[in-house]
């Protein structure tokens, strides 16, 4: 019948203005932003950040300024100078780290290439997007001091994806363990055939001796 849709539409509108003041949960409720606002859903994603272990936000820096993700990064926004020195990873193991490593978010498209491509777990997704500057160039390049991020946050907005992570490098980790375990052990016990050899040796040196002097 004509008109039926219009009806429909008024009466779904009154139900909704209704519900709005009865508080239902099927209602729309307007959040009052920015006194409220809503918990960012698990797969929100807006600018990259590093992820840092440990109390020291520089030291802790996962990256180990591979470059990986400055050369796949589609807009060329970030940039990173790698350091002439390097520092122990989580592993114990020497590695370069970022002298400089810059996002320019004015122009990242949050399109998460970085993360995909980083073979570390340096680099994740924040869901941080008050980030609206009145320095339009310099006020939205960060700088890496501005993108390390604790573990914590990671776990925090992203729990799901933070746990396969640290899965992950907790497997790495162990793996590297079990491969130092392994390397010190065939070292003992290279150290040990040597000396029991020396020993023989040097047990045998005076029966040759004396051997020597009966055939004389
Ligand atoms: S999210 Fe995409 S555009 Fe932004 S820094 Fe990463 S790779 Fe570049
Ligand atoms: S964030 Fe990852 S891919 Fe990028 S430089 Fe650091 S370690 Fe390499």
Redesign the pocket.
């Known amino acids: 019948m004509l008109g039926t849709g219009l009806v429909k539409g008024f009466v779904e509108t009154a139900r909704n203005f209704v519900g709005t003041y009865t508080d239902s949960e099927a209602r729309l409720v307007t959040v009052e932003y920015p006194e409220e606002r809503l918990p960012a859903k698990e797969a929100t994603r807006q600018?990259?950040f590093l992820v840092y272990d440990g109390a020291d936000a520089q030291a802790g820096l996962r990256c180990v300024a591979c470059q990986i993700?400055e050369k796949?990064?589609?807009?060329q926004?970030?940039y990173i100078v790698k350091s002439k020195d390097k520092k122990p990873d989580y592993k114990k193991q020497l590695q370069f780290y970022p002298a400089t490593f810059d996002?320019d978010?004015s122009?990242?498209?949050?399109?998460?290439?970085?993360?995909e491509v980083c073979p570390f777990e340096a680099?994740k997704?924040d869901t941080e997007f008050e980030l609206s500057n009145a320095d339009r160039y310099g006020g939205l390049l960060l700088n890496k001091q501005q993108l390390a991020k604790d573990n914590e946050h990671y776990r925090r907005i992203h729990p799901k994806d933070a746990a396969d992570s640290d899965a992950a490098l907790a497997a790495e980790l162990a793996k590297a363990e079990a491969k130092t375990k392994a390397k010190a052990d065939a070292e003992t016990k290279a150290k040990a055939e040597a000396e029991a050899e020396a020993r023989v040796k040097a047990a045998g040196a005076p029966l040759a001796a004396e051997g020597g002097k009966t055939a004389a």
Do not use: A, G, L, T
């Open positions: 600018f990259p993700c796949e990064c589609p807009p926004c970030i996002i978010i122009v990242c498209m949050s399109c998460q290439i970085c993360v680099i997704m």
